[in-house]
């Protein structure tokens, strides 16, 4: 269980109680509001903090929040602001910028008072060091005049898609990502755009899926990567250097999200896969995996912030993570628990019979098992938001170390009889024995060995085959449960995102811990389809559900299954079954 502080509680059958009191190690999760409102899915979009110390939240579905760090309290924003669904917020002062869909608000937080501007999709807000407003819309770049008290566009975007994020470097000049046509540099001055940087395969050997654009402390540019890869602009030679698995030690397989620098020369990185702090001069990564703490299989969101008492908080899907620097210290010896042994499918506990454990998982001494159950699964915790590594050894099998950091699960398949050691860090050595069938024993040779004599050679080729098929069937049946769970994953995973209008295979394949190529040969395999083709036929699908129910709209259904536009919807779903959406409203009414 996690109480109310966020720590972990894991009670054991005959070993007492373990916590891990993850607030004191410098981790405090915000998954509700004051009130007891739950965050779940309402996907934590941008951070900004007033002047007078309050942190505002931007979230798709529950509009703008207030966090005061203090009380550590959160709560509902301006009563009069409506809108549901924040895009980006920004902090000018006391008062405050945001946006929606189709609008800009100009907020005074204090009186609750706010003004509203006719403005589509501005995806990102920044203030820069000298005081200007600068938004990022789709239609392009524009910046707010405070003597007309008016936006004015000052650089059109047409084909080169949208600002996402924005940062200002130590020469003034406004760094402008945008979704999927590059890098580039503006300057406030002159109005005029500088270099582009596309950091596509070609010039980099990496994709151009790019998340966000950050200073560190010393006004350095870095951008995070949806491939992965995180990029540092040198001023030098006026090119991006990368860091990925390829030149950098541990460095996480997984999209970067976010960035935030502590002053220390160390830059935190929030990932798919969880929060990865980044030794920027030593050029080594440590990676904190989400399945040791409270954030239990949470991905990050492109929201982060360091806050004034130097804090940082760092946003996902269903909340948002406050992490205090100085108190995260990574520990080399966290002890390591054994929390379920399972052979075939299905847990194992004390027994006294002779096969399996005599008593507790995490304090046993020896698993003993027949040559017939000789594939079984450990699965384990470790106390701690900051443990170090994991990692196991089946000697006399396996080669090398299996890291089970990630997971926090090991599976050991068709182990062949004998006497092994099963090394964990962080945990006493179990002997693991797997006991050979009877006809493998001493006095079972010698009976064979006797009743080879007695009905020749054929008693031998009946035993073989008796043991193959039996392998066979428990090899087919362990393939099928692997199919049908990845089935029901993929189902769920695709389901619960149908709404996201930037859901892809890329994204698909991330969710389920895979390789883009790796879900569509598996895809292929088992339903024929391609996972493209999987999306579209399930946001269909489900719209065509929506629409016979008759109680949305067309743009509402659009909206459900992932369309920012309608008639792009209704495009795709006459494609689909031949017909509009109107006409399937329309005979279910």
Not at 118 to 125: D, G, M, Q, S
Not at 311 to 323: A, E, K, N, P, Y
Not at 523 to 532: A, E, R, V, Y
Request: neutral net charge.
């Amino acid at each position: 269980m996690c109480d109310k502080d966020g720590n972990i509680w894991l009670g054991t059958r005959n070993s007492g109680v373990y916590v891990s009191d993850v607030v004191k190690l410098g981790c405090r999760p915000i998954y509700k509001t004051d009130t007891g409102e739950s965050l779940q899915s309402s996907i934590v979009k941008r951070f900004a903090q007033t002047s007078d110390g309050i942190v505002w939240v931007a979230t798709q579905t529950m509009g703008l929040l207030r966090y005061d760090p203090a009380s550590n309290l959160l709560s509902k924003g301006p009563k009069g602001l409506s809108a549901k669904r924040i895009l980006s917020v920004c902090a000018d002062g006391e008062n405050l910028w945001a946006s929606s869909q189709d609008k800009l608000y100009k907020i005074q937080p204090s009186s609750g008072s706010f003004e509203q501007f006719e403005l589509y999709r501005v995806e990102t807000i920044f203030r820069m060091s000298s005081g200007r407003i600068f938004a990022g819309a789709l239609g392009g770049l524009y910046e707010w005049n405070r003597e007309k008290h008016t936006m004015e566009l000052r650089l059109p975007l047409e084909d080169k898609g949208m600002i996402v994020s924005m940062a200002e470097d130590a020469h003034g000049l406004l760094w402008c990502d945008t979704f999927s046509a590059g890098v580039f540099r503006f300057d406030p001055n002159s109005l005029s755009q500088k270099e582009s940087y596309f950091l596509n395969e070609e010039e980099y050997g990496t994709g151009e899926m790019k998340s966000s654009v950050y200073t560190d402390k010393r006004l350095g540019i870095w951008v995070t990567g949806r491939d992965g890869v995180l990029y540092h602009f040198d001023d030098l030679s006026s090119r991006f250097e990368h860091f990925d698995r390829s030149n950098t030690e541990h460095f996480p397989v997984a999209s970067i999200m976010s960035a935030l620098s502590d002053g220390t020369g160390k830059l935190w990185l929030g990932t798919t896969s969880g929060i990865a702090i980044f030794d920027i001069n030593g050029k080594k990564v440590t990676t904190v995996p989400l399945s040791r703490s409270r954030l239990l299989n949470e991905n990050f969101s492109e929201a982060a912030l360091a806050l004034q008492d130097g804090t940082m908080l760092f946003g996902f899907r269903d909340g948002f993570v406050r992490i205090s620097p100085t108190l995260f210290a990574s520990q080399e010896n966290t002890p390591t628990i054994i929390t379920e042994l399972t052979v075939d499918g299905k847990p194992v506990y004390p027994t006294d019979n002779k096969w399996g454990i005599d008593r507790n998982v995490n304090i046993t001494k020896v698993i003993r098992l027949p040559a017939s159950q000789n594939s079984f699964s450990l699965s384990f915790s470790q106390p701690g938001w900051n443990a170090g590594p994991a990692y196991c050894i089946l000697e006399g099998v396996d080669q090398r170390n299996r890291d089970f950091s990630s997971t926090m699960r090991s599976n050991f398949y068709s182990v062949p009889p004998g006497t092994y050691t099963l090394k964990i860090s962080g945990h006493n050595s179990i002997k693991v024995v797997i006991e050979p069938p009877f006809w493998g024993s001493a006095i079972g040779i010698a009976l064979i060995a006797c009743a080879f004599l007695m009905v020749l050679f054929s008693s031998v080729i009946l035993v073989y085959r008796w043991e193959e098929r039996k392998r066979q069937e428990e090899a087919a049946m362990f393939k099928k449960k692997q199919n049908e769970e990845f089935l029901r994953n993929l189902e769920t995973y695709v389901t619960k995102n149908l709404e996201d209008e930037n859901f892809n295979v890329d994204a698909l394949a991330e969710g389920l811990f895979m390789s883009r190529s790796t879900l569509t040969r598996r895809m292929k395999t088992l339903i024929d389809m391609t996972p493209i083709d999987y999306i579209k036929e399930k946001r269909m699908s489900v719209a065509k559900e929506l629409l016979e129910e008759g109680n949305l709209t067309v743009s509402e259904v659009a909206s459900k299954v992932g369309f920012t536009y309608a008639s792009y919807f209704s495009k795709c779903f006459k494609d689909a079954f031949g017909v509009p959406p109107t006409d399937v409203t329309r005979n279910y009414k």
